[in-house]
């Protein structure tokens, strides 16, 4: 039923409604004898009214969900918490398949993320965050995980079902829930049932007692101050675990609903949640009991008198340790099936987008019209490597650090999400590493260079096994002087360039172009000087720069021309 029908019907039936209260009214003349009788033929129409009000709440939440399908969502981000899935679940046997720190740091993979990420969920947003951090070595599973893409994506019913159910889970309260679930488990609040039993069942007693004596009342008033002090302590022990097993609650609950869709084309991976879901369904009604209370003074005692979250408490964390690893499964089960949404959104918004095509056998990197998917008006380049590697030359601000950042994104994209921003995108199975961004650190006492020179010695260390690895390195040694410079680079190149993959760096040094040999083919970026000054057309060109323009930048930004034109000329004497 469309929302404007229903928004229609909501207010006839709030109108009927308020027509026989007011009719009953008119009738009596006031409130009288046969007034209430009367006005109670009003209630039909008030759960009518009521009715129509959720259905109407439903309807505009599917429609806003309709339409941010596509649509890059802006919130603001804690990489903190949105990490902590991957961190848990991350041990020293699993980091050789990771995608490292510096690199992801290098892609500006925090701000890809954030353009891709469209989840609605907690486990759908840190699941999401873990697979672009690990990426598959596997041809076979990054296919099936393309056709799970695609059907979850490409059917209307089901793509709005389950976003409609994800959404309800929603974000509140469930940031730390992977901690919990693969972390150490919180300490009951009170270890022995023999202490708290009777603490529950002695002010039952004292209640039934105020019958007959009214000293009960004593009694009960000091059971309520010892279990006051119980509830509080607990409370302070278990910090703010109460908040996540809410959520923990909630998402059992939601990933039932998921689990109830009639969707015969994942009915596989739904029956598999079904039968998680069913094993802990006991969980769920345990966490009813944690209900913040609010305002409400009335619970507030209750609680504490019977000592019921404290209670609840308990026995959820039991059941924690009994299930976890079917609550683990549920987390990311349900996590997978909103990421794979994300991706399919992300992919109905992007600029361009391809499938990857994998080759096992040789390694292979050829792609047509890629770019890089930050920027708002890309440049499309090609690039077809069938050995060695790629040496990129070019003048300041032409595109070479981009390039090699759009390259490293797509290869980690082709094993991730299976989405690359390419026309045509041809791979093999890659390790990506780089070395594109380096500073100071003041803290620790290093410099450039010898951070530089530390970080390319773990991504040296890093290519000992027989896997293609795919080197992106941007202008190495550059903190040193010119001579070691060119002759450290050309070895590094040399030794990355004898194992299975490719290397594509980028430098300023024309020299290197010329001592490197047949090995890496030379492409290069170029200016175009005109009358408003330097332009760039970032289009990637075959062969080495001819032309530098850091002395023409220093005139076309102001500096002084007593200064352009002397370095013009100490420039000319030098090339003598």
């Known amino acids: 039923m469309k929302t404007k029908r229903i928004k229609i019907l909501l207010i006839s039936s709030l109108g009927i409604s308020l027509l026989v209260i007011i009719g009953a009214f008119l009738i009596n003349g006031g409130v009288r004898e046969n007034y209430f009788w009367q006005a109670s033929l009003s209630l039909p129409f008030l759960f009518l009214a009521y009715n129509f009000h959720r259905r109407l709440k439903k309807s505009e939440r599917r429609l806003r969900l309709a339409r941010e399908w596509g649509i890059t969502d802006l919130r603001k981000r804690d990489f903190e918490e949105i990490g902590l899935h991957f961190r848990m679940t991350t041990n020293e ?29 907690v486990p759908g947003e840190q699941v999401l965050y873990t697979i672009l951090r690990r990426p598959l070595f596997d041809a076979q599973g990054l296919l099936e995980r393309d056709r799970w893409i695609r059907l979850l994506s490409q059917n209307e019913e089901t793509k709005n079902n389950l976003r409609y159910i994800l959404d309800m889970l929603g974000r509140k309260e469930g940031q730390q829930l992977a901690g919990l679930l693969w972390g150490n488990l919180p300490e ?6 023999l202490l708290y039993i ?110 019921t979250e404290v209670r609840a408490f308990n026995r959820i964390i039991k059941l924690i340790e009994r299930n976890r690893q079917g609550l683990k499964d549920i987390f990311e089960q349900v996590g997978s099936i909103d990421a794979m949404l994300a991706i399919g959104s992300y992919r109905a918004g992007a600029f361009v987008y391809c499938c990857p095509f994998f080759k096992e056998f040789h390694p292979i990197l050829e792609f047509d019209a890629a770019v890089h998917p930050l920027l708002e008006m890309p440049t499309p380049n090609s690039l077809s490597l069938n050995s060695g ?9 032409s595109g070479k650090t981009t390039f090699l950042k759009m390259v490293g994104v797509n290869a980690v994209f082709a094993q991730t999400i299976v989405t690359c ?24 006492g290093k410099s450039y260079y ?9 991504l040296l260390k890093s290519g000992n096994d027989s896997a293609p690895h795919l080197y992106l390195l941007d202008e190495l040694f550059r903190g040193t002087n010119s001579a070691e410079r060119i002759a450290s680079s050309i070895e590094i190149l040399h030794y990355l360039g004898k ?65 352009v034109e002397a370095a013009e000329k100490r420039l000319e004497s030098l090339a003598r």
């Not at 590697?389 to 601000?397: D, F, K, P, R, Y």
């Open 389 to 397: 590697g790629a040496l990129i030359t070019g003048s300041n601000m």
């Open 450 to 458: 010898l951070d530089e020179i530390q970080s390319l010695l773990k």
């Open 421 to 444: 921003s390419a026309n045509q995108y041809q791979t093999s199975i890659f390790r990506v590493r780089s070395l594109i961004g380096r500073q100071d650190n003041l803290i620790e």
């Open 93 to 121: 046997k699993t980091t050789w398949d990771l995608l490292d720190d510096r690199t992801w740091d290098d892609l500006d993979m925090n701000l890809i993320y954030s353009r891709i990420d469209r989840t609605l969920s």
């Open 188 to 193: 009951a609040a009170i270890r022995s049932r």
């Open 198 to 307: 009777p603490l529950v069942f002695i002010p039952a007693l004292f209640v039934f007692a105020l019958t007959y004596h009214p000293w009960a009342w004593f009694g009960l008033l000091a059971v309520f101050i010892l279990n006051m002090a119980i509830h509080y302590i607990a409370k302070r022990a278990t910090g703010d675990c109460f908040a996540t097993l809410r959520y923990l609650g909630s998402l059992i609950f939601w990933a039932g609903k998921l689990a109830r869709l009639d969707i015969p084309l994942l009915r596989e991976k739904i029956s598999a949640l079904a039968q998680n879901v069913s094993a802990v369904s006991a969980l769920a009604k345990r966490t009813t009991f944690l209900a913040p209370g609010g305002n409400d003074a009335f619970y507030d005692y209750i609680n504490i008198l019977f000592l």
């Open 499 to 563: 194992r299975k993959g490719y290397v594509l760096a980028s430098t300023h040094d024309l020299e290197i172009t010329e001592l490197i040999g047949p090995g890496f083919a030379n492409y290069h970026f170029r200016e175009e000087i005109g009358e408003e000054g330097i332009a760039f057309n970032y289009k990637l060109l075959s062969g080495p720069s001819t032309t530098r323009n850091a002395i023409k930048l220093l005139r076309h930004v102001g500096y002084p021309q007593e200064i």
